[in-house]
């Protein structure tokens, strides 16, 4: 299903705001909401892929199910950023900062090599501590943990025969939006 959606809405170079450095992951989307981020606007959610403008392929029933199944949250996710890593690709420490609904967790699945990812605390001088994550693992962060600093250090190459080249791809459903009141 990945492929797929990588197929209608190709693999992007994300860039850093203010600077425009390239960062090391590819990435895309799926779901109503896709994250990106680039120089001149920063880093947002958009219905459309920033190359294509085409809209987002939806998010896989397996994935929502998996949501269902893990986040504890009673709504949807709007958003599935998909990042791919080759072996030297690294995600540096951040907080997904970016959605209105700290409420909702952020489920993390990893696909492909091995990685070690490394958790903090809210702040970025907080202590951390590291993980080798395997294919098939899920990571939620919610509650206190929904904004700790996290990133992944290193890819552990050739420790996976998913993808036939290699490498990681990390998917992460994400709530953007905090769900609409209705009266009763």
């Known amino acids: 299903q990945v492929r797929r959606i990588v197929q209608q809405a190709p693999l992007f170079v994300p860039a850093m705001p203010r600077t425009g450095k390239e960062m090391s992951v590819r990435m895309t989307n799926c779901g109503p909401l896709g994250w990106v981020t680039d120089k001149e606007h920063g880093?947002?959610?958009?219905?459309?892929?920033?190359?294509?403008?085409?809209?987002?392929?939806?998010?896989?029933d397996a994935l929502?199910?998996?949501?269902?199944?893990?986040?504890?949250?009673?709504?949807?996710?709007?958003?599935?950023?998909?990042?791919f890593y080759t072996p030297d690709a690294k995600m540096g420490l951040h907080q997904d900062r970016d959605e209105t609904d700290?409420?909702?967790?952020?489920?993390s699945v990893s696909l492909g090599d091995d990685c070690l990812f490394r958790v903090g605390q809210t702040t970025r001088d907080g202590a951390?501590?590291?993980f080798r994550l395997q294919s098939g693992d899920v990571v939620v962060l919610g509650g206190e943990g929904r904004l700790c600093f996290h990133g992944v250090d290193r890819i552990y190459p050739s420790t996976s025969a998913l993808l036939k080249n290699g490498g990681r791809i990390n998917l992460t459903l994400r709530r953007v939006t905090e769900p609409a009141v209705t009266a009763s």
């Open 43 to 60: 880093y947002r959610y958009q219905p459309a892929h920033p190359v294509t403008g085409a809209p987002w392929p939806p998010i896989p």
């Open 102 to 107: 700290y409420s909702a967790p952020v489920v």
């Open 64 to 83: 929502r199910d998996l949501w269902r199944e893990v986040s504890g949250y009673p709504h949807p996710p709007e958003a599935c950023l998909i990042n």
């Open 128 to 130: 951390t501590k590291s």
